[in-house]
């Protein structure tokens, strides 16, 4: 089972990276390159941390050395007002491709091009981004994405908009530097599974 991180204090810098499973063709003897779209594109991203007390740290430096085990984290979207969007769930099962249709969403709200969402699907979240802004209508959407699907949803699972969260294995914990005056400063990469 995932270790969930505290939600506070809030990260105070998180850098976007992509793993991607996109192929780049590009032809030998001329011809214009190509780029194959494939699931299995997932973020990975690096969370900066406010000064801590070294008290305070204690339980993320425990959780964020834990081996073999997963984290859960919000994602920050600095200055966005999630807002109302309702009771989100995936409408069908079998959803496949860079589009995923949610139902239970509040009428007129708006996912923005660029705004994180996440699903929660057997027991695993997988972080998505909006390709474009869809207003909801009749209380579903269709959500175009930035990347595929990576597997596809069962009907009504969880789709986490008012605060998503990327789920994922640990990478490039830095070593917890405690300055003098007991302050602990963080720093570390939340990577998906696939």
């Given amino acids: 089972m995932a270790i969930l991180l ?6 105070a ?13 590009s032809p030998a003897f001329s011809g214009a390159d190509q780029q194959l779209r494939r699931k299995g594109s997932r ?8 000064s801590m007390e ?3 740290a204690m339980p993320w430096m425990a959780d964020l050395g834990a081996e073999g085990q997963t984290v859960v984290m919000d994602v920050v979207q600095p200055g966005l007002d999630t807002g109302a969007p309702g009771a989100p769930l995936v409408k069908g099962a079998g959803q496949a491709g860079a589009a995923l249709i949610i139902d239970g969403l509040t009428n007129g709200y708006i996912i ?3 705004q994180f969402f996440s699903v929660v699907s057997a027991g695993q979240r997988y972080l998505y981004q909006a390709a474009a802004s869809v207003t909801v209508a ?11 699907l990576r597997r596809p949803p069962n ?18 914990y830095s070593d917890p530097e405690v300055g003098v005056d007991h302050e602990v400063i963080l720093s570390f990469t939340i990577r998906e599974r696939r």
Avoid: C, H, W
């Fill in 155 to 172: 009907d009504n699972d969880v789709v986490e908009i008012a605060q998503p969260r990327i789920e994922g294995f640990v990478r490039d």
């Fill in 43 to 50: 973020y990975a991203l690096t969370f900066t941390m406010p």
């Fill in 112 to 114: 923005r091009k660029g």
């Fill in 6 to 11: 505290p939600s506070e204090p809030a990260a």
């Fill in 138 to 148: 009749g209380g579903q959407a269709m959500v175009q994405l930035q990347t595929m």
């Fill in 54 to 56: 070294y008290v305070e």
């Fill in 13 to 25: 810098m998180m850098s976007i990276g992509m793993v991607r499973s996109a192929n780049d063709l």
